[in-house]
């Protein structure tokens, strides 16, 4: 009982994140843009009465080895708001990094932030 209990306090204890919020979609002249979960820095445009993608673009580049051990969806970054301004969609994901994507040309540009989150040296 005593070494069971031991092994319980020396056993690492890890944090675990809760899920994401899902972003609520933009609509917009019959187009619904959103930021799906299963596509991390994924925007997805889809035509509201038919339910069909038009596109997907990526908006930032997660680059990482997950380390074993720790849960992998502590080593991610999720979209976390989307906005129009401007006739730009504005992104912005869980580390407070901002882009904004023109929907007619597809062209995402840096507001703040970085376009590679880089997880490859992250230590928990």
């Not at 306090?9 to 899902?22: E, G, N, Q, S």
């Not at 023109?102 to 540009?109: M, R, S, Y």
């Amino acid at each position: 009982m005593i070494s069971a209990l031991l092994l319980c306090l020396v056993t690492p204890v890890l944090a675990k994140r809760a899920a994401p919020k899902p972003v609520k979609p933009v609509l917009k002249e019959g187009i619904a843009y959103s930021a799906p979960l299963n596509r991390e820095g994924f925007v997805v445009a889809t035509w509201v009465k038919t339910g069909r993608e038009i596109w997907s673009r990526q908006i930032y580049v997660i680059k990482h080895e997950y380390t074993l051990g720790l849960e992998e969806d502590v080593q991610t970054c999720f979209i976390s708001d989307l906005q129009f301004y401007n006739r730009k969609l504005k992104v912005t994901n869980e580390q407070g990094g901002e882009f904004e994507i023109d929907p007619d040309t597809l062209t995402v540009t840096v507001l703040k932030g970085k376009p590679v989150i880089d997880y490859t040296s992250f230590k928990p």
